[in-house]
Each structure stands twice: as structure tokens, then as C-alpha cells.
């Protein structure tokens, strides 16, 4: 069964930054499109960031210039580098394939005070 075990999460000042990390099976993980997603209290789950197995990213535009997605394929983890953060950041992240999703992990916090 895939596991995606999320970590890094915490509660920020704002401006501050935190490097989120995603553990994934390696089978789940090789050659995969890898996506982080942000679910804030009372809204939909949304992409935030994506970046295929070559390396290519993407990101959602309230986020460009400000977050890093990464991968390390020998370790089978995913990145989210998160600089000058906002309190709208403020969410319970989660990582998972783009195109193929499997059964979500419990996710990491992410506070940002003001």
C-alpha cells in the first residue's frame, strides 16, 4: 500500500519560511508527476505546486517567487521550500501524485501568524 508521510509543517511568523518534505514509496514515487497541495479550514484542496520526474515545475500563481518545489528521486521525497510567507498560507499541506493520486496522507500544519 502507498504511504505519503508529510513533515516540515509548523507555526511561522510572517515572512518566515519552512521546507516541507514528502515520503513516498519508491514505486508510487519513480516517474511520477509529484503535486503539493494546500487545504485551508473550510476550502477546497488546491494545487500548489507540481514538478514531473525530469524536474519540470509548475506553480499556482499566489505562490510563484515565494515556494520551491524539489524532488530527490534516489530518496523518493518531495520538497516544498516555503520563503516570505503569508498568513493566507496558513493551511494543512499534503503531497500526492498530479495525475495519479493515491489515498492522502494526514498532511503537515502550516501557521502563519501575522
Known amino acids: 500500500q502507498v504511504q505519503l508521510v508529510e513533515s516540515g509543517g509548523g507555526l511561522v511568523q510572517a515572512g518566515g519560511s519552512l521546507r516541507l518534505s514528502c515520503a513516498a514509496s519508491r514505486s508510487f514515487f519513480s516517474g511520477s508527476t509529484m503535486g503539493w497541495y494546500c487545504q485551508a479550514p473550510g476550502k477546497q484542496r488546491e494545487l500548489v505546486a507540481s514538478i514531473t520526474s525530469l524536474g519540470s515545475t509548475g506553480y499556482a500563481d499566489s505562490v510563484k517567487g515565494r515556494f520551491t518545489i524539489s524532488r530527490d528521486n534516489a530518496k523518493n521525497t518531495v520538497y516544498l521550500q516555503m520563503n516570505n510567507l503569508k498568513p493566507e498560507d496558513t493551511a494543512v499541506y499534503y503531497c500526492?501524485?498530479?495525475?495519479?493520486?493515491?489515498?492522502w496522507g494526514q498532511g503537515t500544519q502550516v501557521i502563519v501568524s501575522s
Open positions: 500526492n501524485s498530479r495525475y495519479a493520486p493515491t489515498t
